[in-house]
């Protein structure tokens, strides 16, 4: 049974809203990049050099990363020759097998949350102004709401104008506390103040936002640096995860402010928002393998159920949806 077929058949079966979500947000990325292997398949009837030349321009153009598409054409070179591999048209299932396994392979990482069963868990945000931050936590405060849970969000961004009002207007959508204080605090003291009303309050969970830009990058680290010093001595062992927003319509500038981040402080996992708004979404590949860290959420749509945990296989399976079903009707 092909790679196709499994896929197929596991998600058929779960009759899930959410891998329907995926099919539907990665949309863009699927009639660009699946559009492009469906024509390379058509205009050539042999897997060769040439043929795999021109499979490594089309994953470049979809961000897959340099790095990752040239281990992945190696892979499916040498898995080609080991199962006699002649027509292309045989080569779309084995191209999808790969991707999974490259997102999956070396050092494994959960995608899951570090959720504390018992006492407080701290959850910070990073990453610059205009990737979808604030919108970010309001949809996971909700997301938390729906599961039972007691959540407050803690407005860190004090620097930006409309921060703080921005991460209020997401607390009444939800129905979730804000702890703040005055434009242009001190962040470290709004955390201090956060964690102290969460205890008393007995929050399961506190959601904290930052800056994402300040004078220049040195102060913004240095400043990322303190409110992290401030959690984890209140609360030993927090922040229990640091998450980075990266917008995935910027490509692999997403990629150097991931780098940036990583030299400043542990980031535990991505948040790629914008999924949906992209044809470049093989930066979800290029960040997992050039950076090691899981992305953990993405967005794939404008409303409040639409930040959704990562799935690697629902997301190959987003990618090639129109494949999987062209292949069904062919046999």
Not at 124 to 141: D, E, H, Q
């Amino acid at each position: 049974m092909s790679f196709f077929k499994k896929l197929k058949e596991k998600f058929t079966a779960q009759t899930d809203s959410v891998t329907e979500k995926f099919r539907q947000g990665l949309t863009k990325t699927r009639d660009s990049f699946a559009g492009k292997v469906n024509d390379l398949i058509a205009r050539y009837r042999k897997v060769d050099e040439e043929f795999f030349e021109e499979l490594e321009e089309i994953l470049i153009s979809a961000d897959v990363g340099f790095d990752t598409v040239m281990q992945l054409v190696e892979e499916l070179k040498m898995e080609v020759k080991r199962r006699n591999i002649s027509d292309t048209m045989e080569i779309q299932s084995v191209i999808s097998e790969k991707l999974v396994e490259i997102y999956q392979g070396g050092e494994e990482k959960s995608s899951d949350l570090n959720m504390q069963t018992d006492g407080l868990t701290v959850i910070l945000f990073v990453g610059v102004n205009g990737v979808g931050k604030t919108t970010t936590i309001g949809k996971l405060a909700h997301k938390f709401k729906q599961e039972g849970k007691k959540v407050i969000l803690a407005a860190g961004d004090t620097f930006r104008a409309g921060a703080i009002e921005q991460l209020e207007v997401w607390g009444d959508r939800v129905g979730v506390e804000v702890i703040k204080q005055a434009a242009g605090s001190d962040p470290a003291a709004v955390m201090f103040d956060a964690i102290r009303s969460a205890r008393s309050k007995n929050a399961d969970v506190l959601i904290c936002d930052t800056a994402g830009r300040l004078q220049n990058k040195v102060n913004l680290m240095k400043e990322l640096e303190k409110v992290k010093r401030v959690i984890e001595r209140e609360v030993p062992g927090a922040p229990h995860e640091v998450l980075l927003v990266l917008d995935a319509t910027t490509g692999q500038n997403a990629l150097i402010q991931a780098k940036t981040f990583k030299e400043a402080t542990d980031v535990t996992g991505i948040v790629l928002t914008k999924l949906d708004g992209t044809a470049k979404g093989g930066i979800v590949l290029a960040i997992k393998k050039e950076l090691g860290i899981p992305v953990k959420f993405v967005g794939l749509g404008e409303k409040m159920d639409d930040l959704q945990e990562f799935d690697a296989e629902k997301y190959v399976y987003g990618l090639f949806a129109d494949l999987v079903d062209k292949e069904e009707t062919i046999e």
